[in-house]
C-alpha cells in the first residue's frame, strides 16, 4: 500500500536535507520520484539544504494541479514510484487533497515534508491540511536549538535582528541572513519562551554581556525579559 507520510518540525532541523535523502535512498533502488518545491530559499524549482545538497525541483504554484500533472505522465509512459514535496506549508489544501488523491487511487507514495506553523505561531493552511490527511506524520528529531540553548519549537521572522509579528504570511527569507542591512526578510528559531518575550539572538546579545549560552541551564535570566 502506498503511504502518505508529512514530515515537519521547526526551521533548521534538516527537513531538506532529509528530502534530498530520501530521494536518494529509493532512487538507488531503481524507484522512480518527482521532485517538487515551493519558494524555496535557493530560487524557483530547486530544493536546498543548509549542508550544501541541492536538486532541480518542480516549482509548485497555485496553479499547479498535481493529480492532473501525475496523470499526464504515466498515460504518456513515463513510470512515478513516489513523489517529494518540500515546503509544503506553502501548498494550498486543495494541492494536498490531489496528493492524497494520487495516494489513495494510483498508488504513488508522497513524502511532504514543511514547518507547521509561521511567525505568528499560526498554522499554515497546507500545514493544517496535510495534519488532517497524511497516513503518518513524522517529528523529525534532530533538534533546532534556540540562542540560549533550549530546544526550538517556534520560528520568529526579524528585521535589524529584532522579532516583528506583522505582516504577509508568507515572505520567503533564510536563517543563515546575518546582515542586519539586508531589506530580505531574516528568520530565527526560538524556544516558546523567547519567542513569547520577542528575545532573538541580537536582542539578547546587545542585552546580556556573555548570552550564549546561558551557562548552567538556570532561568536566572527570566527577570530580564518579564
Known amino acids: ?91 494550498r489544501p486543495g494541492q494536498v487533497d490531489q ?41 523529525l528529531q534532530v533538534r533546532a536549538l534556540c540562542w540560549c540553548g533550549q530546544q526550538a519549537t517556534h520560528n520568529a521572522r526579524t528585521l535589524d535582528g529584532e522579532m516583528v509579528t506583522e505582516g504577509d504570511q508568507v515572505v520567503v527569507g533564510d536563517t543563515a541572513s546575518t546582515d542586519p542591512a539586508d531589506p530580505v526578510a531574516a528568520y530565527e528559531v526560538l524556544c516558546r519562551r523567547h519567542h513569547r518575550r520577542r528575545v532573538t539572538r541580537a536582542v539578547a546579545k546587545a542585552t546580556l554581556s556573555d548570552p550564549l549560552p546561558f551557562g548552567d541551564g538556570s532561568d536566572d535570566d527570566s527577570q530580564l525579559w518579564d
Open 1 to 91: 500500500m502506498a503511504e502518505f507520510v508529512f514530515f515537519t518540525g521547526p526551521m533548521d532541523c534538516g527537513k531538506s536535507t532529509l528530502a534530498l535523502q530520501l530521494d536518494y535512498t529509493h532512487n538507488s533502488t531503481g524507484r522512480e520520484g518527482r521532485l517538487f518545491t515551493s519558494r524555496d530559499r535557493a530560487g524557483e524549482a530547486i530544493i536546498s539544504s543548509r549542508l550544501g545538497l541541492r536538486r532541480p525541483a518542480i516549482e509548485v504554484g497555485d496553479q499547479l494541479d498535481f493529480w492532473a500533472y501525475v496523470v499526464g505522465e504515466l498515460t504518456g509512459g513515463k513510470r512515478i514510484d513516489y513523489l517529494i514535496c518540500d515546503e509544503a506549508q506553502f501548498y
Open 99 to 139: 496528493l492524497a488523491r494520487i495516494v489513495d487511487e494510483l498508488q504513488i507514495d508522497v513524502f511532504a515534508f514543511g514547518i507547521l506553523t509561521d511567525f505568528q505561531t499560526r498554522i499554515f493552511p497546507g500545514s493544517q491540511r496535510l495534519v488532517e490527511l497524511a497516513d503518518r506524520i513524522d517529528t
